[in-house]
Nanobody
Framework: QVRLVESGGGLVQPGGSLRLSCAAS????????MGWYRQAPGKQRDLVAR???????IYAESVEGRFTFSRDNAKNTVYLQMNGLHPEDTAVYYC????????????WGQGTQVTVSS
């Protein structure tokens, strides 16, 4: 059974930083691409950053240059380093895993709340 567990959310002031973590289990880490999405109240879930099958990392335009996606294959964990946070970054952040062999197979974590407020 695939399990994704996020951590690292919280309350931070504008301009601050947070690092989210997502630990994957129940699946071969090399068989998936990973990503982060977010959903603000009343809005759809949107891509923040993710890796592609070609090894690239793509970012939403709104976070480019502020957020950094990284992956530790030894720990089956991905991270999202978020710097220069804005109130508009407030959302529930979800970790996603997508099977390389079948991109229709997607798995989601439970989400972690990030609130940017003074």
């Amino acid at each position: 059974q695939v399990r994704l567990v996020e951590s690292g959310g919280g309350l931070v002031q504008p301009g601050g930083s947070l690092r989210l973590s997502c630990a994957a289990s129940g699946i071969i880490f090399g068989s998936i691409t990973m990503g982060w999405y977010r959903q603000a109240p009343g809005k759809q879930r949107d891509l923040v950053a993710r890796t592609t099958i070609y090894g690239r990392t793509i970012y939403a335009e709104s976070v480019e240059g502020r957020f950094t996606f990284s992956r530790d294959n030894a720990k089956n964990t991905v991270y999202l380093q978020m710097n220069g946070l804005h109130p508009e970054d407030t959302a529930v952040y979800y970790c996603n895993a997508r099977e390389i062999a079948n991109s229709n197979n997607n798995y989601w974590g439970q989400g972690t709340q990030v609130t940017v407020s003074s």
